[in-house]
C-alpha cells in the first residue's frame, strides 16, 4: 500500500551529468513548506534551466493535488475533496485511521500542523495526506559488538572443605 523506502541514490540518475528525479509528493510538499513557488516567481528570467525546472516541478505539484493521492486514479471518498478544505481533528483522525486524540497528539508535537479558530484545530486535507505517508524510521546508534566474555571471578570457587577462609591455611597435623 505504501511504497518502499527508497537510499537517496535511487533518486540520482547518470554519470557525467546527473539529474535528479523529484515524487510529485515531495515536489507539493516542497512547494508548500519551502515556498517553492514563490522562490518560482521571484526569479522568474533569471535562469532559463531553473525556469524550466521550478515550472515542472510547479506542474507535478498540481498533478499530484489535483489527484488528492498522489495516485493516477483517485480514491473514491477523496475525488471530490479540495485539498484546501480545512478539517476537523475527528474528520483527520477518520482519514488516518487513528483516534483524535493521537491527531491532537500529533498537532501538540508539531508533526501534524493545523491551525487553532475559536479553540478548535483546523487541518488542511493536505496536511493529513503528507501526514498519512510513510516516515523514516529513526537511526539508532549502533551498539559495538562485543564477544561474551566470562567473569573470571564468577561463579566463586568452591573452596577446599578444609580451609577456614580463603588464603588461611590448615593446620598440620
Known amino acids: ?17 546527473p539529474v535528479v528525479v523529484v515524487p510529485a509528493r515531495v515536489c507539493a510538499w516542497l512547494e ?5 513557488n514563490q522562490v518560482r516567481i521571484e526569479n522568474r528570467g533569471a535562469d532559463a534551466e531553473v525556469d524550466a525546472v521550478l515550472v515542472a516541478l510547479r506542474l507535478a505539484a498540481l498533478t499530484w493535488r489535483s489527484t488528492a493521492t498522489g495516485s493516477p486514479v483517485a480514491v473514491k471518498p477523496e475525488a ?5 478544505q480545512w478539517l476537523s481533528t475527528t474528520q483527520a483522525a477518520d482519514i488516518l485511521y487513528i483516534t483524535d ?11 501534524l500542523p493545523a491551525t487553532q479558530v475559536n479553540g478548535r484545530y483546523r487541518i488542511r486535507r493536505e496536511d493529513v495526506q503528507h501526514f ?18 566470562r567473569n573470571p571471578r ?11 577462609r580463603r588464603g588461611a591455611q590448615a593446620d598440620p597435623i
Open 132 to 149: 498519512a505517508q510513510p516516515k523514516r524510521p529513526k537511526q539508532h546508534k549502533e551498539k559495538p559488538n562485543h564477544e561474551f566474555q
Open 32 to 36: 508548500r513548506h519551502a515556498r517553492l
Open 1 to 17: 500500500m505504501t511504497a518502499p523506502r527508497r537510499p537517496p541514490e535511487a533518486y540520482v540518475h547518470g554519470v557525467a551529468a
Open 101 to 111: 486524540r493521537a491527531v491532537r497528539l500529533a498537532i501538540s508535537e508539531n508533526r
Open 154 to 164: 564468577w561463579p566463586p570457587r568452591r573452596t577446599d572443605p578444609g580451609q577456614l
Open 80 to 84: 471530490t475533496a479540495d485539498l484546501n
